[in-house]
């Protein structure tokens, strides 16, 4: 079972920048695909972005896409997401998942396997 932990989030002003880290247990790797999702007050989970084993091949929800990035470093079983240009609607708890072999592109929650418990991220206005 993957034991994935994520850091980084807080509190900041609305076109400020944060980044996230999603570490994993040495136990869990290899991890194929590695992603994120969020959680906003009264939403439901949905898809953030999206990463392939090689880190070469990430794919982004439409509402981050050119303000998102996401990278993985595989020798410090890390994954990150650099958020930049947020807004308030960005505000959101934001969880790391490892997604079943063999899923990479999948947006749903159910092509990912292991999650973590979420970190905070608030945007103010």
């Known amino acids: 079972q993957a034991e994935l932990l994520e850091s980084g989030g807080g509190l900041v002003q609305a076109g400020q920048s944060l980044r996230l880290s999603c570490t994993a247990s040495?136990?869990?790797?290899?991890?194929?695909?590695w992603g994120w999702f969020r959680q906003g007050p009264g939403k439901e989970r949905e898809f953030v972005a999206a990463?392939?084993?090689?880190?070469?091949?990430?794919y982004f929800a439409d509402s981050v896409e050119g303000r998102f990035t996401i990278s993985r470093d595989d020798a410090k079983n890390t994954l990150y997401l650099q958020m930049s240009s947020l807004i308030p609607e960005d505000t959101a708890v934001y969880y790391c998942?490892?997604?079943?072999?063999?899923?990479?592109?999948?947006?749903?929650?159910?092509?990912?396997?292991?999650w973590g418990q979420g970190t905070q991220v608030t945007v103010s206005s």
């Open positions: 040495h136990r869990t790797f290899p991890i194929a695909t």
């Open positions: 998942a490892a997604a079943h072999p063999g899923s990479w592109g999948t947006r749903s929650e159910s092509g990912f396997a292991w």
């Open positions: 990463v392939n084993r090689n880190g070469d091949r990430p």
